[in-house]
């Protein structure tokens, strides 16, 4: 196993201990809602601490039951997962693109190179061969 997956697989494990762990341990039992959003949480503080507060603004949708709010924080969790994937996955999509073009650039100039340096030898050949043969001017 390479050191990439044994970290890979380290992390996955961490990953499910995170949420498996509260469940196993029974944390929120005493509670009427165990895993409520840190929004709740904040909302029941506030009410203890200061009873006649008033939020300056509602929401603009209040979904008619926890499911639904849960399923609509999902999607919009997916969607933005999708969106930073297809980021990602376009810009190391575009470095391989880079990576590929400049390797055939090497590859197709080596052999240019070689080409042009034998034409180049040849044409110094003949030059040398003409002033060789070319009679002296005075």
């Known amino acids: 196993m390479s050191r990439n997956a044994k970290i890979n697989a380290l992390l996955l494990f961490v990953v499910a201990a995170l949420a ?3 469940l196993a341990l029974g944390l929120g039992d005493h509670k009427e809602e165990p895993f409520t ?4 949480e904040a909302e029941t503080t506030i009410t ?3 009873p006649d507060y008033e939020p300056w603004f509602s929401p603009l949708y209040e979904p008619p039951s926890g499911e639904i709010e849960s399923a609509l924080f999902a999607l919009q969790a997916a969607l933005g997962a999708g969106v930073l994937a297809y980021y990602f996955g ?3 999509g575009r470095r391989q693109g880079e990576l590929r073009a ?3 650039r090497d590859a197709t100039g080596e052999a240019k190179g070689d080409a042009d340096a034998k034409v180049s030898e040849s044409a110094q050949r003949s030059e040398s061969a003409s002033d060789a043969s070319a009679p002296e001017r005075t």
Request: proline residues 6%.
């Open 20 to 22: 498996v762990l509260p």
């Open 37 to 40: 959003g840190a929004d709740t």
């Open 48 to 50: 203890e601490i200061r």
């Open 90 to 92: 376009l810009h190391r």
């Open 102 to 104: 400049l390797a055939q």
